[in-house]
């Protein structure tokens, strides 16, 4: 809903209160503004002109030199609309003036002859294209004549004007109104609000004698009010009535069009005028349509009935489809000279079924589905009526053609004041909460100490107890509840210490250089079970949406790769992603998959760049083996933590390792086989999964401070001659569990195989660091320890290499 404060003025005193503190009130009050456009944008020097002399450019065919009296001066200015013509009254923005889009306007020269300002056009005011009306579509605005040459032209053509967009939820159709905002605003400022005063002069003819009425669906349309204007005088609206409209973001069409739109806006109740000599036979029958009965309505659009859609008829064929659009058939046009109002009370339900089904909506639709004032429809008439009096020349028949079998009972409500305020946990009295709903204007009586509320009809969100809560808890200020803390036995709420270690997975793969990934838990049947660390009976959906998403995954690995290989085709090479999702492994007792949850990472291009005096590293199995260690040293499970070669489907024979967990495989690492590579058009890949919740799930000791040492380590290095086949992490456990209490350390430095070296065999070079916390070692006792882990790999045929 857009809301002209100007034309809110009209209704309540809003003078002095600047728009944005009035936004600010309204949405602490529960309407919330969504945005405030100031239609002057900031505009300055635009005045009306005079054209005293319009003729053609002597070097350019559209284009004429325009002699414009501005008030002060005569002044040229080159003007290439189509419709600019001697004698206009029209829109100068004069030289220095700045228009939307920070549009400067200069002194110029078009074709050898000077211009000094521009005349405009309202979209060049910044007026939307298509709210301007038709004849001004193209080509440059024509005031009226009675327009002051010299005036500033923003006022007269409602631009000094700020507008509030609301975003209303579905229970304040009320707001949907000019006269709802009114209500809604005088009770936020405590100020009267002055309603529109209906009087006009009527004719002797009566409204019944030339039109007859009969309403064949009562419960679609319980309420139906007719009235019938003569003599009128289709023409332009004023521009008043034009600005309003253009504010509210309704195209002005002709007066009586506009003069429905007006009070559409105005009151919140959908009218329609209907050419009363179009409708030929006098009569309005309103009933459910024929099936396959056809209409074109005012969008030039023929559209097919069913047998559940109300329609308008004039007792032959349809003339309009009720609450949503007229019908082209009986369109008022210039040529109209009796008009007849419609305005009518349709059931919300069957203009949402007919707007459904026939694909169209309108702004009278969304008012009659959020539901419309039963106590307006014929108020809405009869100002519609006066309107067409004043500005239409129309001579308004006496009295109108009424069906009204509408029950217009307001809803009553009691409700105490202990329990508004226990709900609110506030203080509320009742002279204040009598006070809030007489500025609402909700009628409302103090009996036996309870407030007996009679719900006006224009307030349909009004139902309950709960909802005069509401109104007493916003107009008293949401801000005003007081901060209590909840009196429970319960803890503060934190995380798990499963979800706390998540989390430290998380953090430090991000934190490693990895990027989150999310993708699809379901997947094909070719890849559901691929990569996967175990698996079981697959489960499939009974209708999937395709057969790439049928049945739920049992790695997160194959999917991981598509987002590299998706990455890869657009020119990003190094791709380093991590996922943390749930995989999904047969069946449980209740019929649903047991859901684990893992942890993956895809690894393929440079792992650092070569930037200045950089070296470039590619991403390779250690890299990302690293990457495990380090993550499983954040969690306390590093000296737990072991990796054995291994084979696996899709894998590079020699490249995969199992990742173990004091004995118990979670997981693998490795690099992509290279066929399965090729296949995905990747270069070297590496991948790991781990099994999360396992891990997780595992206890480990209490993290406690280590002070820095005060005393020395000693270190030695050995040189070990073994069989190829030999893994350095078996020596490593070997001499680990050989060192005893003052091995603290142990690491590989060095990889050798070729000369000096016999077939068959490698050199692996250890550095082991031998400390003790409480005291300096002696020599004697490091060659002891030292001595002892010589023996245990000269028992496991690791000789000594000198």
């Not at 919300?348 to 039963?374: I, M, N, W, Y």
């Not at 930037?611 to 690293?626: H, P, Y």
């Amino acid at each position: 809903m857009l809301v002209s404060t100007k034309w809110l003025n009209e209704y309540v005193n809003i003078n002095g209160i600047k728009p944005e503190n009035l936004a600010e009130r309204i949405t602490r009050s529960g309407i919330e503004v969504d945005s405030i456009i100031d239609r002057s944008h900031g505009m300055t020097n635009v005045v009306v002109g005079y054209v005293k002399e319009c003729v053609k450019h002597p070097e350019a065919d559209k284009l004429n030199i325009c002699q414009v009296d501005v008030g002060d001066e005569v002044t040229q200015i080159i003007c290439g609309a189509p419709n600019i013509a001697e004698g206009q009254k029209v829109i100068v923005a004069r030289t220095g003036a700045v228009l939307p889009g920070n549009f400067k306007i200069k002194k110029a020269k078009l074709r050898g002859e000077e211009s000094n300002g521009m005349i405009c056009s309202l979209q060049e005011l910044g007026i939307e294209g298509k709210h301007v009306a038709k004849a001004y579509a193209e080509g440059i605005y024509v005031l009226p004549n009675d327009a002051l040459v010299g005036s500033d032209a923003l006022p007269l053509l409602g631009l000094d004007d700020t507008v509030l967009e609301f975003d209303l939820t579905p229970n304040r159709s009320d707001a949907l109104s000019m006269l709802g905002v009114a209500y809604e605003v005088a009770a936020i400022l405590s100020q009267g609000i002055a309603l529109p005063s209906i009087t006009y002069k009527e004719s002797n003819e009566k409204a019944s004698d030339v039109l007859k009425l009969r309403v064949e669906a009562v419960k679609d349309n319980p309420m139906y009010v007719a009235k019938v204007v003569k003599n009128v005088k289709v023409a332009e609206s004023p521009l008043w009535l034009q600005n309003y409209l253009m504010a509210a973001g309704v195209r002005p069409r002709n007066n009586v069009v506009d003069i429905t739109n007006y009070v559409l806006l105005e009151y919140g109740q959908p009218l329609h005028a209907f050419d009363y000599d179009r409708l030929k036979t006098g009569e309005i029958v309103v009933r459910h349509a024929d099936e396959g009965e056809k209409i074109t309505t005012l969008d030039d659009t023929e559209r097919t009935l069913n047998a559940q859609n109300l329609v308008i008829t004039n007792g032959e064929e349809a003339v309009a489809l009720a609450g949503v659009m007229g019908g082209a058939n009986s369109e008022v046009h210039e040529g109209t000279t009796t008009v007849v109002i419609e305005s009518a009370y349709f059931a919300a339900s069957s203009v949402r079924q007919t707007s459904k089904e026939v694909g169209l909506r309108s702004d009278a639709s969304t008012r009659f589905e959020k539901g419309v004032d039963p106590n307006r429809v014929q108020e809405a008439a009869e100002r519609a009526a006066q309107l067409m009096s004043d500005i239409a020349g129309g001579e308004v028949l006496a009295g109108s053609v009424i069906f009204d079998e509408l029950d217009k009972t307001p809803v009553q409500i009691t409700v105490s004041p202990d329990y508004i305020n226990n709900r609110l946990g506030m203080k509320i009295s009742m002279d204040e909460m009598l006070s809030i709903l007489e500025r609402l204007r909700i009628p409302t009586q103090a009996i036996n100490g309870n407030l007996v509320i009679e719900a006006p009809t224009r307030r349909q969100d009004l139902r309950i107890k709960e909802d005069i809560i509401e109104e007493i808890a916003r107009m008293h200020g949401y801000d005003e509840i007081p901060k209590t803390v909840p009196v429970t036995e319960s803890k503060p709420g934190g995380l798990t210490p499963y979800q706390a270690k998540r989390r430290i997975v998380r953090q430090f793969l991000e934190g490693a250089g990895l990027l989150q990934a999310i993708t699809y838990s379901l997947t094909s049947k070719e890849q559901s079970q691929a990569f996967a660390l175990e698996t079981a009976p697959v489960t499939e959906l009974l209708m999937p949406m395709s057969e790439d998403r049928a049945i739920l995954r049992q790695s997160l690995i194959p999917h991981m790769l598509e987002a590299a290989t998706y990455n890869v085709a657009r020119r990003i090479d190094s791709v380093a992603i991590y996922e943390t999702g749930s995989v999904f492994l047969g069946v449980e007792e209740d019929g649903l998959p047991r859901e684990v949850e893992h942890v993956a990472a895809v690894l393929t291009g440079k792992w650092v760049d070569n930037a200045w005096q950089g070296e470039m590293k590619k991403v390779d199995f250690f890299v990302l083996k690293g990457i495990i260690e380090g993550m499983m040293g954040r969690l306390g499970m590093l000296e737990s933590l072991s990796f054995e070669q291994t084979t696996l489907d899709g894998m590079h024979p020699g490249r995969t390792a199992s990742i173990f967990l004091n004995g118990e495989n979670v997981g693998m690492v490795g690099q992509v086989h290279p066929t399965e590579q090729k296949k995905r058009d990747l270069k070297e890949t590496y991948v790991m999964e781990i099994n999360l919740e396992k891990v997780l799930s595992m206890e480990t000791d209490e993290l406690l401070y280590v002070p820095v040492p005060r005393y020395p380590s000693m270190s030695r290095d050995i040189a070990l001659v073994v069989s190829t086949e030999t893994s350095a992490g078996t020596l490593e456990m070997i001499i680990q569990q050989a060192g005893g209490k003052l091995l603290k350390d142990v690491r590989l430095f060095d990889l050798y195989e070729g000369d000096n070296v016999e077939d068959g065999k490698k050199s692996l070079a250890f550095s082991l660091t031998y400390f003790d916390a409480e005291r300096t070692l002696t020599d004697e006792e490091v060659v002891k320890a030292h001595e002892k882990v010589l023996n245990v790999l000269t028992e496991a045929n690791a000789l000594l290499r000198g």
